[in-house]
Structure formats: structure tokens, C-alpha cells
């Protein structure tokens, strides 16, 4: 893998030898270890007994729908096979409604953040355990999405 | 007796988990390597050991985290930390914005631009670089992220190289992260002196 085959440079269009490659050839080790951090939370060895492979790319793909990147949330949503539907931002199924709301919430009103809404998912059957493994979700979208967004602006910029 | 700081500060507090953080005595081989305890280092905050919880992530993560904040070349240390207080702000981390304020301070020998943020927020008085780069991360941190192309120019007006603006947008990137982790996982406390 280079820097150059990474999901956040891909997705926002670096290319070798293009604009902003010799700026991400300087930080090649970062973008290294940005793929190698989206692997490690999306598709974990041991994923505990909530979190399959498949779920995390649905998370992935509805916190990116949320922040208006289409490209990127098709990109997760290719590998959430039957959990796609929780993909769509205005899916509600029965059983996830309190996930839903919170990954909703901490991804787009990470202020209004409460331990109330730590304490939900606990009332809700959710184990510590997993609850940090849900915010680790959620926390690294939020920087894939930022990364991305910065990249295209220097793009747009040159 | 203890109680949640709420207001923006250089002070920094305690962390307070509002989850149960892995026990160092029953951490696995995994967990413990991934907190680098060794014979000689068995200190881990409470924070690291909530985040062994999902040892994969953790392990990943702190040299990444080390890497976009501390690697040579481009940007300032005290600019990288600026994007680190201006995600933390928007996101409402006290504990991340008090730990990287205090760092912004020591570094550049000045409290004034941390001050001044945390008495007028996003109006405080700051020069023309700080606040080009202030306004382009804090921009970036809301959600959806709403830097644009004139807070691009701004940037490229202050002086600023590609290298200097990538690490910028990884540096306040990395903290839409961090506070969610931080801010969201558990509290910043201060204990009460006295009866």
C-alpha cells in the first residue's frame, strides 16, 4: 500500500505526481497509518459479539451519507451486505433505534453529548465493551470525512 | 466530592470514565500490549484503559495520533495545536481544548491567544494567520464539515504552504476523532477543595 491507495486519497481523488502529491508524499507515513486505522476499527480480528464486519461498514456508510459524502458512503456501504438498509440516514429498523440515535447524535451534535446518552445504550443491553467500540466507529468517520473534505479543497485550490 | 467543568479552560481537569475502564490487573496479553505496560511502566490513565477496550483501534492509534501532531517539517507545532483547540471548541471537548491550550501556551510562551478564545470564542481578536487558520479548522470540525474555497484563499492569503495546510486539515481532523472519544466516553472533573 502507498499513500496513494488509501481510502481517504483515493475517495478525494490524489493522484501520484497530481496536485497536493508531493504535500501527501511528505505525510506518506500518516496516510499509511490512516488505512491501516480504518482497517483496525472497520474490520477488526475480534469484533465482539454486536459489531460484525458488516455492521461497522453500514455505521461507516450512514455517518458518511450524514455528512454529505456520497462517494464514501457507497464506498463502506459495498461491504455491509445484509446490514445495508441501516445505512440509510432515515432508517429506523425496531431493533437499533437506540444505536441509530446515538451514532446520529455524536456524529453531527458531538457538543450536546450527555451522559444520558452513554447511559441509553447501557439501558439499552449494551456492554462497555461495546459501547467503546461504537464510539471508535463513529470517531474515526468523523476524521476519514474531515481528511477527505480538507483534501478536495487543496485539489480545488490548485 | 468532585464536579463537571463546563467552561472552556487551561487548567487541566480529570478524566472521569462513564464506562467501566479494563481492569490492568485483568487485561489480556493483547490489551496490555497495546498500553505498553511493561515491568517498568505499569502507569496507564484511565482514558488509555477505557480504549483497551477495543485494543485493535488503540493500537493503530497512538502512533498516528503521535505522527500527525509531533512528525518534523510543515506545520508548527503551536498552528497543529491551534487545529486541535479549534475542533475541540466546536465540539465542545473541555478536556481535549484545556490539554491542548496549555500545550499552544507553552509553546509559544503566550497565553494570549488561548485567552482571548476562550473569552470571545469564534470572534476573538487573533492576528491574520492565527485567524485564517482558527476559522478554516473550526469550519472543517462542524458537522457537515463547512470549510469552503474562501477559507482556502484566506489560508493561501496568510502565507500558508501545502504542507502547512495538510497538516492543518489532519490536525483538526485527528480531534473530530479525539473528542469523540473523549467527550463522549467520559467527563472532565475537578475535585472540590474543603467541606
Known sequence: ?158 | MSRVVHRFTRKVPKWRPRVVPVKLEEATEAQLDALKVTPSNTKVSDYVLTLAHDVQSLKVRSPLFNAILYDPGGMSRAERELGAIAASMVNRCVYCAAVHADRHAKLEKDTSVTDALFADGADAELGPRDRAIFDFARKLSEAPPAAGPEDMTALRDAGLSDEEILDLILSSALFGWANRLMHVLGDPVREEVGA
Open chain 1, 1 to 158: 500500500m502507498s499513500a496513494f491507495e488509501t481510502t481517504v486519497t483515493e475517495v478525494a481523488g490524489v493522484r501520484r505526481g497530481g496536485v497536493a502529491a508531493a504535500a501527501v508524499e511528505h505525510r506518506a507515513g500518516i496516510f499509511e497509518m490512516t488505512q491501516a486505522a480504518e482497517d483496525a476499527v472497520l474490520r477488526p480480528k475480534v469484533t465482539g459479539a454486536v459489531f460484525s464486519h458488516e455492521l461497522r461498514a453500514a455505521l461507516a456508510a450512514r455517518i458518511a451519507r450524514l455528512s454529505g459524502d456520497d462517494v464514501l458512503a457507497d464506498r463502506h456501504l459495498a461491504r455491509a451486505g445484509a446490514q445495508a438498509p441501516l445505512a440509510d440516514p432515515s432508517s429506523r429498523d425496531d431493533g437499533a433505534v437506540p444505536m441509530l440515535a446515538f451514532v446520529d447524535k455524536v456524529a453531527n451534535t458531538t457538543r450536546d453529548i450527555t451522559i444520558e446518552d452513554t447511559s441509553s445504550l447501557r439501558s439499552a443491553g449494551m456492554a462497555d465493551a461495546d459501547i467503546v467500540r461504537l464510539c471508535g466507529i463513529i470517531a474515526f468517520m468523523s476524521y476519514q470525512i474531515r481528511v477527505i473534505a480538507g483534501l478536495r479543497l487543496l485539489l480545488a485550490d490548485a
